[in-house]
């Protein structure tokens, strides 16, 4: 199952916090924790292309299992490549895959595990996000499992196509069969947020916008 078009864009105008919210009103737990962006202001939001990852010591697998033009390929604009590795701190990107991955529209990466080449990275102005930045390579240490399989990260469910918002606050990952409800409750709470700061430029306290806007 795919999140449509139309719930993506209005996950596009929204928050992990107020998200959040909505998830936990929901009973889901969708919060990936522990995942740093590579740079200041990076946000994507998209369909997750999964990938299953397996790390070993230096030599572990020939060169061929790393396969991250796989990874490139199955994704295409708009998708989020959402990467399990077990938080392994060895890099399975770098500069170059951001690189392709931007030329080709994919909207961000989330890797559970090690990504490299920061500061090109950010010079591309690709969205990435993961546990470790670490300048070990994963060519024989890393082997791709399987692509567009059910994953984990953080203890996260994660299935292909499911919805995936990153910002510098966090990241959800949001099970396609939920998200429309997600974004329409996540969008009335953003408008209370906004309705609580115009009562505030009017004189409300912040006490009282609490007691009235319960989600703030």
């Given amino acids: 199952m ?6 993506l864009g209005l996950l596009q105008e929204l928050n992990t916090p107020t998200l959040a919210n909505a998830l936990e009103d929901l009973g889901l737990e969708a919060v990936i924790t522990g995942l740093s962006p590579a740079g200041t202001d990076m946000r994507c939001v998209g369909r997750a292309v999964t990938v299953l990852e397996m790390t070993g010591p230096k030599g572990a697998f020939p060169a061929s299992d790393f396969r991250v033009g796989e990874m490139i390929d199955a994704a295409g604009p708009g998708d989020v490549v959402v990467v ?25 990466l989330i890797v559970d595990g090690g990504i490299r080449d920061r500061e090109e990275i950010c010079e591309i102005g690709f969205p990435a ?27 996260i469910r994660v299935d292909p196509g ?36 115009r009562e505030l430029d009017q004189g409300l306290t912040f006490r009282e916008a609490m007691a009235k806007f319960a989600k703030i």
């Fill in 2 to 7: 795919n999140v449509s078009d139309e719930i």
């Fill in 84 to 108: 399990a590795n077990g938080g392994a701190p060895i890099s399975t990107w770098g500069g170059t895959a951001s690189y392709a991955a931007h030329l080709k529209g994919i909207d961000g």
């Fill in 129 to 155: 996000f993961a546990r470790h930045m670490v300048p070990t390579t994963g060519k024989t240490r890393i082997r791709v499992e399987a692509i567009g399989v059910q994953v984990t990260l953080s203890g």
């Fill in 162 to 197: 499911d919805a995936i918002v990153a910002d510098g606050i966090g990241i959800v990952a949001i099970p396609a069969a939920h998200a429309a409800e997600v974004a329409d409750m996540a969008t009335a709470y953003a408008a209370d947020d906004a309705r609580a700061m």
